[in-house]
């Protein structure tokens, strides 16, 4: 019986397999390609892509791709061969060093925010060695970036591995103030861990509004739902059991180290979260995961929801991006150590990322916005939309010190007592966790905690790496050219800490009175939707440091704000579709045929027995018809106001009408929908309920 050991990693052209396969002095090229970016040789190209080929070929591959991730939010791949023809009527089997390094799909297709003319359909694919091959059915899958014909970036990989290397150079440069002479490169990782919900195959199919949007646009609560708390971190269902197992299976075999997995919250709703990686393999990895994870729930017969909000009431999904930043020797350079007080060059990475989170907590909220995760941002279980920062009582307590000139004395480890003799002791960490804060430190690194369960972490990881680059960049600029490092490194640090200390907040985000302080006493950024905040994107600020960083072009930006806003727009536009069209023909048809059956029940009453009250009867279809004449109405209205939309001027335009018009004509139309399946008798009602629903999987 194979362990994982024995199979991790399999389908994946790894260290080990490049190592087995190719020349010492073609694999050393290689991994110098790997490590420190240096251009990769034709030569080495070529025997990388022959090695290659024929690993595939033994794994059963018939056909290799460019698998990239364009706009759309999900990937792309396009399906070649092997096989090429032989002078004997036979075919070989090639792959060059070519076709490794580019590809050319039809860019016309995908979405281009302007960049690209429908009629101008060429674009390339370029291979990106850092991040392994792999296998996928008998696909050879080839991580790659995607770009126009005019070279602007039309995926989301390319401005986050430009925005890796932003802040490489700009790390390195503090580091060697540091006396670090020896460190290549510096990277920034991350560990996202992935939020989900399970459902049953039929009750999936039996809801249009699932199949449209993904989420559920009816549904009364049902009377049990996550008030017991009882599903979180419960003992795993036998049949959600084994789609872990062979999701786990699926995932090793891809080399995606998924470590993680326990019940959520919400009944139905899961999680898993990997180890630590590389920023633009965990991209990659994170991807691969959210497909497969799909692939596997249908082998199931369960449906994997990936929505951020899929029903209402109960806590939605989200994806915690984990951020660390370390050289290539494994110094985690947000580490404290044992005294973070006297650890100059942590202190002021440290305030790096204070300073980065303030400066640019737009660019950060932009960077989750879609319209599934407005109705998630500021729930119960996630946090507000105002960006802020927790550092812990300790590192609160060391900035302080600093900025006011203060000795530190340390915090003293406490021992945790629990009472009982046989029970080990252990140390209490010297800070709690705080779960309401978006942007958390917690330990050795920070988790952002706004990201949507579908949302691809390059968005936000783009951001962040630009953001913090621009730190280091002006301090690497002061300190350069001090005269007194010491004296300059003090000083920075703690006019940092004056500075930006409004962003740090370690109390309970979810409460009322905290957006207010945050807004009216800290002049903090409350961007509650997508229509809200995606234009900022185009503030100055946010355009010089992008592009003075070469992570993104104005011609590029200008194209994400369209793409973006578009997808709102869309998004919304098909929900809104949907509800009109499961209202009108299959909720008002419902509640009429229910009260005309009530009606005719107590016609018949009466008639064999006129003594005989039929008050409840008469009560309901009264109800019931002044509710459907309700809906009717508001349907009308919704429909009249989409009609409407298509005047809109412009997308910014269109995207206001959405956010100040449209989602409320929705809302108020599920409110009433609702309230009629709440009375409506449920042989009647024409879809399975929350109740049905959420607790379908045994």
């Known amino acids: 019986m194979k362990t994982v050991s024995d199979y991790f990693g399999e389908m994946v052209f790894d260290d080990r397999v490049m190592k087995a396969n190719l020349s010492a002095k073609v694999y050393a090229s290689l991994k ?149 002479d020896t460190a290549k490169c510096v990277r920034s990782s991350v560990g996202p861990e992935q939020e989900y919900f399970l459902i049953t195959k039929e009750m999936y199919d039996a809801r249009p509004d699932l199949k449209f949007t993904g989420r559920t646009l009816f549904g009364a609560r049902p009377p049990k739902g996550q008030e017991m708390d009882d599903h979180y971190f419960g003992a795993i269902k036998p049949r959600v059991a084994a789609f872990m197992e062979e999701l786990n299976d699926e995932l090793w075999k891809l080399g995606i180290m998924v470590k993680t997995e326990h019940n959520e919250v919400a009944p139905a709703q899961h999680e898993l979260a990997p180890i630590y990686t590389t920023t633009n393999v965990a991209t990659d990895h994170n991807q691969l995961t959210m497909e497969i994870m799909q692939k596997v729930a249908a082998k199931h017969g369960l449906v994997c929801l990936l929505h951020e909000k899929p029903f209402a009431g109960v806590n939605g999904s989200g994806k915690h991006n984990n951020w660390s930043i370390a050289t290539d020797s494994g110094q985690n350079l947000l580490s404290p150590g044992d005294t973070p007080y006297e650890n100059a060059q942590f202190l002021l990475f440290l305030c ?66 629990l009472g009982v003799d046989v029970l080990p002791r252990f140390n209490r960490d010297t800070t709690d966790r705080n779960r309401t804060s978006p942007f958390a430190f917690t330990g050795n690194k920070f988790e952002f905690r706004m990201l949507g369960s579908s949302n691809s972490i390059a968005c936000a990881n783009i951001m962040l790496n630009s953001a913090v680059a621009e730190s280091l960049k002006i301090y690497a600029d ?177 995207s206001e009408t959405i956010r100040d018009v449209i989602l409320k004509k929705m809302s108020e139309l599920r409110v009433a929908c609702d309230e009629a399946e709440t009375v409506t008798a449920k042989s009647y009602w024409p879809f399975p309920t929350y109740g049905d629903i959420l607790f379908s999987v045994k």
């Not at 009527?89 to 580019?102: A, H, N, T």
């Not at 390339?124 to 060695?129: L, V």
């Not at 941002?377 to 927790?390: C, D, R, T």
């Not at 008469?618 to 106001?641: F, N, P, Q």
């Open 352 to 417: 790096a990322v204070i300073k980065a989170v303030d400066d640019y907590q737009d660019l950060l909220r932009i960077s989750v916005a879609t319209a599934g995760n407005d109705h998630r941002l500021g729930a119960n279980e996630a946090p507000p939309a105002v960006v802020s920062m927790f550092l812990g009582d300790e590192l609160n307590a060391v900035l302080e010190a600093i900025e006011n000139d203060k000795p530190y004395h340390g915090a003293e480890k406490t021992q945790m007592k």
């Open 32 to 180: 110098k390609t790997i490590d420190e970016g240096v251009q990769l040789d034709e030569s080495v190209a070529n025997a990388v892509a022959d090695a290659m080929k024929d690993w595939a070929l033994s794994k059963g591959a018939t056909h290799f791709t460019h698998w990239f991730q364009p706009l759309t939010g999900i990937t792309a791949e396009k399906h070649d061969s092997f096989i090429s023809p032989s002078p004997d009527g036979g075919v070989i089997m090639e792959f060059s060093g070519k076709e490794l390094i580019k590809g050319e799909p039809d860019a016309s297709s995908f979405p281009s925010g302007g960049l690209r003319a429908t009629f101008e359909a060429r674009g390339y694919t370029a291979w990106d060695p850092t991040s392994y091959a792999f296998i996928k059915g008998k696909t050879l899958c080839i991580p790659t970036a995607f770009c126009s014909y005019g070279g602007h970036a039309l995926d989301k990989k390319t401005p986050l591995l430009r925005s890796m290397e932003a802040l490489n150079r700009q790390a390195l440069r503090i580091l060697r103030l540091f006396g670090n």
């Open 478 to 654: 002061i300190l350069e050219g001090a005269d007194d490092f010491e004296k300059a490194l003090h000083e920075m640090i703690r006019s940092t800490i004056k500075e930006h200390k409004r962003i740090i907040f370690n109390g309970n985000g979810y409460d009322d009175s905290w957006i207010k302080e945050a807004t009216e006493a800290r002049g903090l950024l409350n961007y509650r939707t997508t229509a809200d905040c995606m234009p900022h994107i185009l503030d100055q600020k946010n355009v010089d440091m992008l592009t003075s960083h070469g992570v993104f072009s104005v011609e590029e930006l200008n194209s994400r704000c369209e793409i973006m806003l578009e997808n709102y727009c869309k998004t919304v536009v098909i929900e809104a579709n949907t509800m009109i069209d499961m209202t009108k023909t299959q909720i008002i048809p419902a509640i009429r045929r229910f009260a005309a059956d009530t009606a005719r029940d107590a016609s018949v009453k009466e008639a064999f027995d006129p003594a005989v009250p039929c008050g409840y009867e008469k009560k309901l279809v009264i109800r019931l018809s002044t509710l459907a004449e309700c809906i009717a109405e508001k349907v009308e209205s919704l429909e009249s106001e989409m009609i409407a939309l298509h005047s809109a001027a412009n997308i910014i335009k269109e």
